[in-house]
């Protein structure tokens, strides 16, 4: 299930979203993309909770403000950090030694964005600084109103003195998404046991060009929408036009609630055509 996400100019996104899971990150299928386009913000938002075996609901965040647009009807670059919404982290005591810290960016806006750049930080009450990381976003692409989860970990003893922070680094706008196409899920399913949660499906591609590069992005979402876990698995699989291929995917929460719910997303890469000499 490994494999190499290609970064090149992103036209036509493809993407299924449904309801699913997710926890632990694919080490192997971390995203290379290095922005090109940086717009440097300080725009943070701050998780004073620490990490309990059922967390307690994130504080509520404010409605976006309509979006400026330029004469083609297009949000325009400047105003993109102030647009997007960022989900505060909820952290966990992923060992005695070590926390992670889990959370949303949100798309509210009508065009899609890539290349999504973000601070995870760990601070005291105090100000003071105990770690910090900066990530990009796995998923490629985020639609419009839809979202995409984040993750990182931390060197550091959880303790009530502490609270999480997350800052935008970096966005673009998805511009050129001519290389992505659609694929459909169908049959889903989630499963939800003592110590995972499980969901399957089957994926189809209604074509007309062959699918590449297949990544499936699953997210575990408390009741309130905060994420308890999420997974990133990539197929080697090229499906073509017509076929379809199973998928199932376990979850380990991070949280123990039991009320959770699931959502499932996939992305693919169209195939080059070749042009004949």
């Given at each position: 299930?490994?494999?190499?996400?290609?970064?090149?100019?992103?036209?036509?996104?493809l993407?299924?979203?449904?309801?699913?899971?997710?926890?632990?990150?694919?080490?192997?299928?971390?995203?290379?993309?290095?922005?090109?386009?940086?717009?440097?913000?300080?725009?943070?938002l701050?998780q004073p909770?620490?990490?309990?075996?059922?967390?307690?609901?994130?504080q509520s965040?404010?409605?976006?403000?309509?979006?400026?647009?330029?004469?083609?009807?297009?949000?325009?670059?400047?105003?993109?950090?102030?647009?997007l919404?960022l989900?505060?982290?909820?952290?966990?005591?992923e060992?005695?030694?070590?926390?992670?810290?889990?959370?949303?960016?949100?798309?509210p806006l009508?065009q899609t964005?890539q290349?999504?750049?973000?601070?995870?930080?760990?601070?005291t009450?105090?100000?003071?600084?105990?770690?910090?990381?900066?990530?990009?976003?796995?998923?490629?692409l985020?639609?419009?109103?839809?979202?995409?989860?984040?993750?990182?970990s931390?060197?550091?003893?959880?303790s009530?003195n502490?609270?999480?922070?997350?800052?935008?680094v970096?966005?673009e706008?998805?511009l050129?998404?001519?290389?992505?196409?659609?694929?459909?899920?169908e049959?889903?399913?989630?499963e939800?046991?003592?110590?995972?949660?499980?969901?399957s499906?089957?994926?189809?591609?209604?074509?007309?060009?062959?699918?590449?590069?297949?990544?499936?992005?699953?997210?575990?979402?408390?009741?309130?929408?905060?994420?308890a876990g999420?997974?990133?698995?990539?197929?080697?699989?090229?499906?073509s036009?017509g076929e379809?291929?199973?998928?199932?995917?376990?979850?380990?929460p991070?949280?123990r609630?039991?009320?959770?719910?699931?959502?499932?997303?996939?992305?693919?890469?169209?195939e080059?055509?070749?042009?004949?000499?």
């Amino acid at each position: 299930m490994n494999g190499r996400w290609g970064w090149r100019p992103l036209t036509l996104s493809l993407f299924i979203s449904v309801f699913v899971v997710a926890c632990n990150v694919v080490s192997n299928i971390s995203s290379t993309i290095t922005p090109t386009e940086v717009l440097r913000v300080t725009l943070t938002l701050l998780q004073p909770r620490g990490p309990t075996e059922t967390p307690t609901p994130r504080q509520s965040q404010s409605t976006p403000a309509p979006a400026p647009v330029t004469p083609g009807g297009d949000i325009s670059k400047e105003a993109l950090p102030e647009l997007l919404d960022l989900e505060p982290p909820r952290c966990y005591a992923e060992t005695p030694q070590t926390t992670v810290c889990l959370g949303l960016v949100n798309n509210p806006l009508p065009q899609t964005l890539q290349r999504v750049s973000l601070r995870i930080a760990v601070e005291t009450y105090d100000s003071e600084l105990r770690a910090e990381r900066v990530i990009t976003l796995e998923q490629a692409l985020i639609l419009p109103n839809t979202s995409a989860p984040y993750r990182s970990s931390f060197p550091v003893h959880w303790s009530d003195n502490l609270m999480s922070a997350v800052s935008l680094v970096s966005v673009e706008l998805a511009l050129d998404q001519s290389s992505y196409m659609t694929l459909v899920t169908e049959a889903e399913q989630g499963e939800s046991t003592a110590e995972r949660y499980s969901v399957s499906a089957t994926i189809y591609n209604p074509g007309p060009d062959a699918a590449v590069n297949i990544r499936a992005i699953v997210m575990l979402l408390e009741s309130d929408g905060s994420v308890a876990g999420y997974r990133v698995v990539s197929f080697d699989n090229r499906l073509s036009q017509g076929e379809r291929m199973p998928l199932r995917i376990d979850i380990v929460p991070y949280s123990r609630s039991r009320n959770l719910n699931h959502y499932l997303y996939v992305e693919a890469q169209r195939e080059p055509i070749e042009n004949p000499e």
